[in-house]
Each structure stands twice: as structure tokens, then as C-alpha cells.
């Protein structure tokens, strides 16, 4: 996935990453996107409802401001960004996904946590979940960026999220898990893969849409349940495939795209 044009739909590939000192932070999306009207059209909205009116329950300015930013870094909460006027569209529609919307989201905004998706991913069903193998990827994804405690503690962070996401469970030890993939999810997947110019059938093997833990004939099928909703649309005959999003983008991203 190039940078551009990308980041004009919310993609991020900055330097730095939330998961340094926080994970995806679900409980802390949940209670923030209960508060906060969908009808909101700004991003102060979200800003006063963190830092204004502590809608998280946090002690302090100063860890209302830093969640504010980590929640900025990992979703936008800007309605202006189409990352996350979509993810607030699905979240709205699905309920059973939000661990898997969240997640996927944070994954186009965070290159960390897109980074250490494969250690994870790649582990069979019940497979045990290594600290110091995610820790060695990260390294040799990052070589001498991170000194050995940031190593451990960003381990850490990542694997709750990756908990959080449904991909891996327990609490010390952790297992691999199969995420819950739903028809929102999976339109969201879909429409991430769209975004970073992908197009038919394509669609069903991105990064994105590997985060759904499903076979590509239950990402199909959830895509029709997409689709007969209205979200998406879905058409596929013999092998070939058209997903199309009228419902989800304007003219203007639409231009972007087309460019």
C-alpha cells in the first residue's frame, strides 16, 4: 500500500504508534461513540466530549489530552475522514463486529499494529501465542528502533489488541482464536482493500481482509448479507466479482479514487 492517495481517506504510515504506551483502546471507542451523536459533524465534538466533559472517567487533564490523542491516532474522529465516517456507519448497523471494525480501522492507521498482524495470523487455531516471537518480528521489522523494555511493553500492548480483536484469548496465556467476522466487518474489509486500489475478487485477499479469519467462501457469503442490506453492493457470477459503495462514498472521494 502506497502513501498516496491513501492517506486523503485516513490511511496513516507515520513513525510513531499508539501502541507504544496504549492498546486499541475498545472499551474506551465504545463508551466514547455511545456519547457522541452519529449526526456529529466535527471532530470537537469527540475533543469536548474527552477532554471537556471526561466522557472516559479519566483522573486527570493530562490523561484525558493523551487519550484524546491516542483515540485520534488509532481512529481520526474526525467525520470529515472517510476511515472513520464509514467505521461510525457500520458501528451503527453491526454490533456483533465492533471488536473487528475497531480493529480493522486501527490496523489502517497504525503501521505497528499492521506490522505485527502476520506473527499473529499465521498461528494455527489454539496455537500458543509467543511473547519473544512477536517481539524478534517486531525487531526485525523496526531494527534498533526500540530499546528491549519498549520491545517487551509494546509486546504487550499489541497482544491485548490482538485479545481485544478476538484473535487471540486468554490472559497470561495467550492462544491463537478465530475472530468473529460479520457482515459489517466484512464490508469494512472490503471497502479498506477498495480504498488501497484493489478491485474484484482481489478484494477477498488483502491484509484487511485476512484480519476477518474466514474463509473466502464465508467472506463471500457475508458480503451478500452486506449487500441485501444495502450497505454494499455485491455481485459475483462464476469467478467474477464487482463490489461497488455507493452508500459509503461521496463525489469527491469517488474523483480521488477515479484520479
Not at 498461528?123 to 526485525?140: D, M, N, P, Y
Not at 479498506?192 to 478491485?199: A, I, M, N, P, T
Request: one cysteine or more; charged letters at 20%.
Amino acid at each position: 500500500m502506497h502513501p498516496e492517495p491513501t492517506t486523503r481517506f485516513g490511511f496513516s504510515f507515520e513513525r510513531g504508534s499508539p501502541h507504544l504506551a496504549r492498546t486499541m483502546m475498545l472499551d474506551e471507542l465504545r463508551v466514547l461513540l455511545e456519547t457522541v451523536p452519529a449526526t456529529a459533524t466535527s471532530s470537537e465534538a469527540y475533543i469536548e466530549a474527552i477532554e471537556g466533559n471526561n466522557c472516559l472517567g479519566k483522573r486527570s487533564v493530562r490523561t484525558r489530552a493523551l487519550s484524546r490523542r491516542h483515540l485520534v491516532d488509532l481512529y481520526s474522529l474526525n467525520p470529515g475522514t472517510t476511515l472513520f465516517r464509514t467505521l461510525r456507519y457500520f458501528w451503527q448497523r453491526d454490533p456483533d463486529g465492533h471488536a473487528l471494525l475497531a480493529c480493522l480501522c486501527a490496523c489502517a492507521r497504525d503501521p505497528l499494529l499492521r506490522a505485527s498482524a502476520p506473527s499473529v495470523l499465521k498461528l494455527g487455531e489454539g496455537q500458543s501465542f509467543s511473547w519473544v516471537a512477536l517481539e524478534e518480528h517486531l525487531e526485525k521489522s523496526y531494527p534498533g528502533r526500540f530499546s528491549k523494555a519498549t520491545l517487551k511493553s509494546t509486546a504487550q500492548n499489541l497482544a491485548s489488541t490482538w485479545t481485544q480483536s478476538g484473535h487471540l484469548s486468554g490472559r497470561v496465556r495467550k492462544v491463537r482464536a478465530r475472530a468473529r467476522a460479520t457482515a459489517g466487518a466484512t464490508a469494512y474489509a472490503l471497502l479498506l482493500g477498495f480504498l488501497s486500489g484493489e478491485r474484484g475478487a482481489a478484494l477477498f485477499a488483502t491484509d484487511y481482509a485476512k484480519l476477518l479469519d474466514c474463509s473466502f467462501a464465508r467472506a463471500a457469503e457475508l458480503a451478500e448479507s452486506a449487500s441485501q442490506r444495502g450497505w454494499i453492493i455485491f455481485k459475483r457470477v462464476s469467478n467474477v466479482i464487482d463490489v461497488q459503495f455507493p452508500a459509503l462514498l461521496t463525489a469527491k472521494e469517488m474523483g480521488w479514487i477515479r484520479e
